[in-house]
């Protein structure tokens, strides 16, 4: 503001005209000082005002700032929204701060002023969590992700099966199938399904930089190789403490030069993940139906937890070469060393049907 003595100066040099100079000089201070307040002054005004109704807005990672601006006006249906976007610009460069991505949502009680602010605070972001359970198929994470996140499972599928997408990441075939986290997961709500999988996919990279690949390569095992197996071990069984015997079933098979005939592989061939089979279906002529074709499938046929993939590398040491589920709900078997025992075993647990 101007002093009293600043204020006689300028009135006299304006009466006096004694220094034009210095009265136009004092004029533009004048000006500038009274449209710097009328500026601030519109700017509280229209920054007051409340929204007329509650919003969300969608604000996509990577978004510049304009473009997030205006696509929150549009969607909270802000008056002048060439305004907002102005007054959120200067915002932006005067506190250098980032506009946060991710769904945003606004009450109706809040004003322009606290939806700007909340753009970089993240305080409206709708935030949710969703448990990856171990042992969930690509298409079952998918139909999970849309209920609990709203991701677009569409999408998701597109990449999770995109040979483009599977080469980025060095995986073999065209399909993400067993390179997927289980865990859980803060997400945005609608967040985008590229970024999700990226999420899954370097998670499980790093789970198997810090506590696997050391450990394959000396067995001379790819990391493909051991998480297909994994993917089995973790579909035959849901209790650790039997998982490693599992796995020495399946290895004990292999040297032998036997197919591996577990049913998982042939209920994900025929699309029936954790349901039972038919005699006839077991049969079926499929590259994953471990019945009819021997060695490993060609790929893994869920997304395995650390302790599957553990016992993958860590099998038990045994001579078993079968096992039968239990036909007494506990989802635990009976392991066997002959065929003769083996069908004995199968039997017994028939007649308690």
Partial sequence: MLSYAEYRLFVSCIATGAEPWMAALWRWILLGVGALGLLLGGAILYLGQQLEEPAQCWIPPGSRARAAFEQVARCCRLRFPELFVMFAMAYAQLSQKPVLAGTHRFDSTMCYWELLQALFSGQRLARVRVTIPEGLTLRQIASLLQRDAGVDSARFLAFAFSDSFASRWGIPIASLEGYLMPNTYELFWNHPAEDVLERLLRAQNRLWEERFAERARQRGLSRHEVLTLASIIEAE???????????????????????????????????????????????????????????????????????????????????????????????????????????RAIAAQRALL
């Fill in 237 to 343: 069984s849901p209790h650790p403490d039997e998982r490693r015997r599992i796995s020495g079933v399946f290895w004990n098979r292999l040297r032998h030069g036997m197919p591996l005939q577990a049913d998982p592989t042939t209920a994900y061939a025929l699309g029936k993940p954790g349901k039972p089979l038919s005699r006839a279906e077991l049969q079926t002529a499929h590259p994953y139906n471990t019945y009819t074709t021997p060695g490993l499938p060609p790929g893994p046929i869920n997304n395995p937890g650390p302790d599957a993939i553990e016992a993958a590398l860590e099998p038990e040491d045994h001579d078993f070469l079968y096992f039968v589920l239990r036909r007494d709900g506990s989802q635990r078997h009976i392991f066997s060393r002959t065929y003769r025992e083996h069908r």
